[in-house]
C-alpha cells in the first residue's frame, strides 16, 4: 500500500486529483479508533490505521490497515512520511506529532486535546522531564483511563479539525 498512498500525496500535491483529507491513526495503543471510522464515515474520509501488529479494522473500502515492520517507530516514520497540510494525525505519540505538525498535519491527541505549533514545545519538555524522572527511578504512573468526556471532546476535536480543513481547500 505505501506506494499508492505515496502516488496518491504526489499526485494531489501537483494538483492532478481532488484535493482529500486522510486520517492517519497511530493505531498501537489509540483507544479512539470507534470515533475515527465514525467521523470518517460521515465525512466520507479515507483512515489509514497503522501498527506493527494486526488489527482488526472494519470492513470499509476506505478504512485500510498498514502493518509495518516491528521496527522502532516503524509507524511513526510510515505516518511522518505521509502525512501533510489537507491530513489529521491520531496519536498521543509527541515526537511523532511533532513531525506532523512540522508537515503541515493537524495532529489531535487520543484524550481530544489538539497539538498546535505553540503547545508542542512544552509538551516535548514535559515527556523529557518525565522521562528524566523515569531514569531516575521516580514512579510517575500513567496516562488517565479514557472517561466519557475526553471522549466527547475528541469527536469534537477531529470535528473541528475537518471543518477547519475542508473551510482552507475552498
Known amino acids: 500500500m505505501g ?36 467521523v470518517a464515515e460521515r465525512y466520507g474520509l479515507r483512515v489509514f490505521v497503522v501498527a506493527n501488529a494486526y488489527i482488526n479494522v472494519p470492513r470499509d473500502p476506505r478504512i485500510e490497515r498498514v502493518v509495518v515492520s516491528d521496527g522502532f517507530d516503524a509507524a511513526d516514520d510510515w ?17 511523532l506529532a511533532d513531525r506532523s505538525l512540522k508537515n503541515g498535519a493537524s495532529v489531535i ?40 468526556r475526553d471522549r466527547s471532546r475528541f469527536l469534537s476535536a477531529l470535528d473541528e479539525a475537518v471543518q477547519k480543513i475542508r473551510r482552507r481547500q475552498s
Not at 505516518?79 to 515526537?95: H, L, M, N
Open 109 to 148: 491527541g487520543s484524550n481530544g486535546v489538539p497539538f498546535t505549533a505553540s503547545s508542542i514545545g512544552m509538551a516535548m519538555a514535559s515527556r523529557e522531564l518525565m522521562s528524566n524522572l523515569r531514569a531516575m527511578g521516580e514512579i510517575t504512573g500513567g496516562p488517565k483511563p479514557m472517561a466519557p
Open 3 to 38: 506506494g499508492e498512498a505515496t502516488a496518491h500525496k504526489q499526485g494531489r500535491s501537483r494538483g492532478f486529483r481532488e484535493r482529500t483529507i486522510d486520517i492517519y491513526i497511530d493505531a498501537d495503543a489509540c483507544p479512539v479508533k470507534a470515533e475515527v471510522y465514525r
Open 79 to 95: 505516518i511522518a512520511e505521509r502525512a501533510g497540510p489537507d491530513d489529521i494525525v491520531i496519536t498521543s505519540d509527541i515526537p
